[in-house]
């Protein structure tokens, strides 16, 4: 049993950092010459100058629809993982973890639909950097937790707690 425990927090903890990175570094989208877009500023080298151009990216209201789910999906992964000590220590033998499982359900389901609003709306990233560029190693992260907070919640669902 504590090997399993062991396992579900290791899980949940590197779901964790995939949220927190995902969300917070700086390339959900990646131009040619090594620059990246982020999901809160748009940044790129300006040859000419010998300076960063950054704009801020809130005028798009489906960038800020990604920003409120990856943000909300980070709230819940930890508000999960706070609800799973707090039920590991006071709920008896025997209990499940429904409300810790629910949590973790609602993230990948916060970060599945940041993920595809991002993913649909990459023509309008197309339309203002015509030289092109590819998806991100942040937008790659954002899809790899998607699926591990699901078997989480799942695994969550189901897990009973023993002595």
């Not at 579900?8 to 995939?18: D, K």
């Not at 789910?69 to 033998?93: A, K, P």
């Not at 954002?142 to 591990?148: I, Q, S, T």
Request: charged share 10%; glycine share 6%; with cysteine.
């Amino acid at each position: 049993m504590s090997l399993l425990l062991l396992v579900v927090s290791a899980l949940h903890i590197l779901i964790l950092v995939l949220l927190f990175v995902a969300t917070l570094d700086k390339s959900w989208w990646t131009l040619p010459e090594n620059e990246s877009l982020n999901l809160w500023y748009d940044c790129t080298w300006n040859a000419t100058t010998k300076t960063w151009a950054c704009s801020n990216v809130s005028e798009n209201g489906w960038l800020k629809a990604v920003q409120v789910l990856m943000v909300l999906s980070l709230i819940l992964c930890c508000l999960s993982f706070i609800l799973f000590m707090f039920q590991l220590y006071t709920m008896r033998r025997g209990g499940l973890f429904y409300a810790t499982g629910l949590c973790q359900l609602c993230t990948s389901a916060a970060v599945f639909s940041g993920a595809l609003i991002y993913a649909i709306h990459a023509e309008e990233i197309l339309a203002r950097h015509p030289r092109g560029g590819s998806f991100g190693y942040c937008f790659a992260l954002a899809w790899v937790a998607f699926p591990l907070a699901l078997v989480s919640g799942i695994i969550y669902i189901h897990l009973r707690k023993r002595e």
